[in-house]
């Protein structure tokens, strides 16, 4: 969501939207992830709103409450789930904006000839193809984002590289602790989801180059 709204915003012939999204998305990614999540836990400002929230989720919700604010209300999730939203949709508004110009000039002239306003042209004629089109590297990059989730070690947050590191701490074997088959464990499991996500983004591209290639065969028997 926050890439189509940074992208939206790059491709508005307005200023005042088009310059601070490019400013955000510019900054955003080259920033390094890793000080950009360092900088999110350190900041107070996030600390207190979220400790507030978790207060009045204790407060107002009872049990439940405690429970939701217990996993979920926690400065250090936050600080990694923001540090990945801002940079990895950085990124995703990059490769949107590269296929909404993709688009042939002639979609974007018949969708104004039809009288569309230019909310619609992008909402209803640019943005599906854009997507349709860029599909797999959306796909592709969904994959470095699960990878950038195992920067929350840094901040002790307890994902999946933490989990690791945790219980070969609470393993004592005669040669020491086994962090090496503990991290081979932890690295098989990540290399499993990636390849789950890039064999979904490999079907999606597999999928349109037939769907495409099924248009081109039909269109000489049309006419």
Same mark, same amino acid.
């Given at each position: 969501?926050?890439?189509?709204?940074?992208?939206?915003?790059?491709?508005?012939?307005?200023?005042?939207?088009?310059? +601070?999204?490019?400013?955000?998305?510019?900054?955003?990614?080259? @920033?390094?992830?890793?000080? @950009?999540?360092?900088?999110?836990?350190?900041?107070?400002?996030?600390? *207190?709103?979220?400790?507030?929230?978790?207060?009045?989720?204790? *407060?107002?919700?009872?049990? +439940?409450?405690?429970?939701?604010?217990?996993?979920?209300?926690?400065?250090? $999730?936050?600080?990694?789930?923001?540090?990945?939203?801002?940079?990895?949709?950085?990124?995703?508004? #990059?490769? $949107? /904006?590269?296929?909404?110009?993709?688009?042939?000039?002639?979609?974007? #002239?018949?969708?104004?000839?039809?009288?569309?306003?230019?909310?619609?042209?992008?909402? !209803?004629? %640019?943005? +599906?193809?854009?997507? /349709?089109?860029?599909?797999?590297?959306?796909?592709?990059?969904? %994959?470095? !984002?699960?990878? *950038? !989730?195992?920067?929350?070690?840094?901040?002790?947050? #307890?994902?999946? @590289?933490?989990?690791?590191?945790?219980?070969?701490?609470?393993?004592?074997? +005669?040669?020491?602790?086994?962090?090496?088959?503990?991290?081979?464990?932890?690295?098989?499991?990540? %290399?499993?989801?990636?390849?789950?996500?890039?064999?979904?983004?490999?079907?999606?591209?597999?999928?349109?180059?037939?769907?495409?290639?099924?248009?081109?065969? /039909?269109?000489?028997?049309?006419?």
């Amino acid at each position: 969501m926050l890439g189509v709204v940074l992208a939206t915003g790059r491709l508005s012939a307005h200023r005042l939207l088009r310059w +601070p999204s490019s400013a955000a998305v510019e900054i955003f990614r080259a @920033l390094p992830l890793l000080i @950009l999540i360092f900088a999110l836990y350190n900041m107070a400002g996030l600390r *207190d709103v979220v400790e507030s929230v978790a207060g009045a989720m204790r *407060d107002g919700l009872g049990a +439940p409450g405690g429970w939701l604010a217990t996993h979920f209300a926690s400065p250090t $999730l936050w600080a990694l789930a923001l540090g990945v939203a801002l940079y990895n949709g950085a990124v995703h508004a #990059e490769i $949107l /904006r590269a296929g909404a110009r993709a688009v042939p000039l002639g979609q974007y #002239e018949a969708a104004y000839a039809l009288g569309m306003r230019k909310t619609q042209v992008m909402s !209803t004629v %640019v943005l +599906p193809q854009t997507v /349709r089109a860029m599909l797999p590297g959306l796909v592709s990059q969904i %994959v470095v !984002t699960l990878k *950038d !989730t195992s920067l929350g070690f840094i901040i002790m947050y #307890e994902e999946l @590289l933490y989990a690791g590191k945790l219980l070969a701490q609470n393993i004592a074997t +005669p040669h020491g602790y086994p962090y090496l088959p503990v991290l081979f464990v932890v690295g098989t499991l990540y %290399v499993g989801m990636c390849l789950l996500l890039s064999l979904v983004a490999h079907r999606l591209a597999g999928e349109r180059r037939r769907r495409m290639a099924g248009l081109h065969r /039909r269109r000489p028997h049309q006419r």
